[in-house]
């Protein structure tokens, strides 16, 4: 959280003014809810499973920058208490994570892309062809699925998180490169 507020958390006066103080208080948002969560969630959504520091500071800011833009219609100085529906609260809360924070069910980015961009269901011959290859295509993280879900059209936002939590509770042990359509 140091590398998106700009302070350390050994000076507390100046991290806490400036974490109020970015993106409109959005971020504090961020932070209180990371706070919140279970063990797991926490590390999900600050990408503790992830590998590599690089990449987990990266997806980490990936994060930060798309929570800010999707809380834009949230206005913290007019309804400090009002928090938007449908947003990344409701999104952790409903990702299933192992104990490490690694997410589980099915974890294929172009599984959830292709899911997210249809409500047709597929071809049983076509969506083995078109099953995801993990290893190629990644792993889903909490910065990609809000990328996917929360930035989307904003009517749009709560029909993603219904399919995220609906297909992460029907399949909670598919494996990796499953083609599950959810």
Same mark, same amino acid.
């Not at 071809?123 to 969506?127: C, E, I, N």
């Given at each position: 959280m140091e590398l998106v507020v700009g302070e350390k958390t050994d000076k507390p006066e100046a991290f806490i003014a400036a974490l109020f103080a970015a993106d409109g208080g959005h971020l504090a948002y961020l932070y209180d809810l990371i706070?919140?969560? !279970? %063990?797991? /969630? /926490?590390a999900f959504a600050l990408g503790l499973w992830i590998q590599g520091d690089r990449a987990r500071r990266d997806r980490f800011r990936a994060l930060a920058s798309t929570i800010h833009s999707t809380l834009g219609e949230w206005d913290l100085r007019q309804s400090p208490f009002a928090r938007p529906i449908d947003d990344i609260a409701w999104m952790l809360l409903n990702v299933t994570v192992g104990v490490d924070g690694a997410p589980r069910g099915p974890v294929d980015r172009q599984l959830w892309g292709?899911? $997210?961009d249809s409500v047709d269901v597929p !071809?049983?011959? @076509? %969506?083995l062809k078109e099953a995801s290859n993990v290893d190629r295509d990644g792993v889903i993280d909490a910065a990609w699925l809000a990328e996917r879900v929360l930035a989307a059209d904003p009517k749009e /936002?709560?029909?993603r998180l219904q399919q995220l939590a609906y297909g992460l509770r029907v $399949?909670? @042990?598919a494996a990796r490169g499953s083609s599950a359509r959810c």
């Open positions: 706070g919140e969560l !279970d %063990a797991p /969630r /926490r292709a899911n $997210f !071809d049983p011959g @076509t %969506a /936002r709560k029909p $399949f909670p @042990t």
